[in-house]
């Protein structure tokens, strides 16, 4: 079965420190997504992303947020300064193409996440 | 009011029961529903999509009622592996894309 890889498992890094976040989606999906999980919260969606462009993104994917297609195959969340808050639970998830006609379509298959840990 | 909105739980139910979840949202242009699962410290992982005319997937079945706003799931003859976090999934859609909002989860103890 298909699946979106995450790397690394879990990062510890001091505040004020840049981190990279790295996934791989499915293969065939067009559509890419962040989100996070704050240990005990709720899911959070932080960015979606289609051909090569942001297509949405939350009030908290602010200007220390960005996201990379660098090539075929990676999709990347950097974070450029991290503050304690931002320690979580970062999931990627992927999707295929995105259809108002397909009711029960747009199903987003979720990597095993990347545990952030900011100290 | 939250855009996706579910009942907080803890549901602690025996082996065998019947359970039922309850979850509304606020944006009524919103297009495709889900149910999601989650296991402690595991991402989500779909349970099933919703449909308008109600559907089933052995034990479980979901009901949809836009009128009303509300998404339903219900779970027969409950197991100990059904223990999990269960998350109501809603994808709303606008021009340039769509935004994939999900409900904050119900908590689910099964036990024997």
């Known amino acids: 079965e298909p699946e979106v890889t995450q790397t690394p498992s879990h990062q510890v890094t001091q505040m004020g420190q840049e981190v990279i976040l790295r996934c791989v989606p499915i293969?065939?999906?067009?559509?890419f997504y962040w989100y996070r999980q704050i240990l005990g919260q709720k899911v959070e969606f932080l960015v979606s992303?289609?051909?090569?462009?942001?297509?949405?993104k939350s009030e908290i994917f602010d200007d220390q947020f960005s996201v990379e297609r660098p090539d075929g195959s990676n999709f990347t969340l950097k974070i450029r300064s991290t503050k304690l808050e931002d320690s979580a639970m970062y999931f990627c998830?992927?999707?295929?193409?995105?259809?108002?006609?397909?009711?029960?379509?747009?199903?987003?298959?979720f990597g095993a996440g990347s545990r952030l840990t900011v100290l | 009011r939250k855009e996706v909105e579910q009942d907080p739980g803890p549901f602690n139910v025996p082996e065998g029961a019947t359970v039922a979840f309850n979850c509304t949202y606020s944006?009524?242009?919103?297009?495709?529903f889900f149910w999601y699962r989650q296991d402690c410290r595991k991402e989500p992982k779909l349970l099933m999509s919703?449909?308008?005319s109600g559907n089933e997937d052995g034990r479980f079945t979901a009901q949809l009622n836009r009128a009303s706003q509300y998404i339903s799931l219900l779970i027969r003859d409950s197991k100990l592996s059904d223990s999990a976090t269960y998350l109501c999934?809603?994808?709303?859609?606008?021009?340039?894309?769509?935004?994939?909002?999900f409900g904050a989860g119900t908590r689910l103890f099964v036990k024997a």
């Open positions: 998830a992927s999707s295929e193409v995105v259809s108002l006609a397909k009711p029960g379509a747009n199903v987003l298959t």
């Open positions: 293969s065939n999906h067009l559509y």
């Open positions: 999934v809603v994808n709303s859609y606008r021009t340039g894309g769509f935004k994939t909002i």
């Open positions: 944006n009524s242009a919103s297009q495709s």
């Open positions: 919703v449909y308008s």
């Open positions: 992303f289609y051909n090569n462009e942001i297509s949405e």
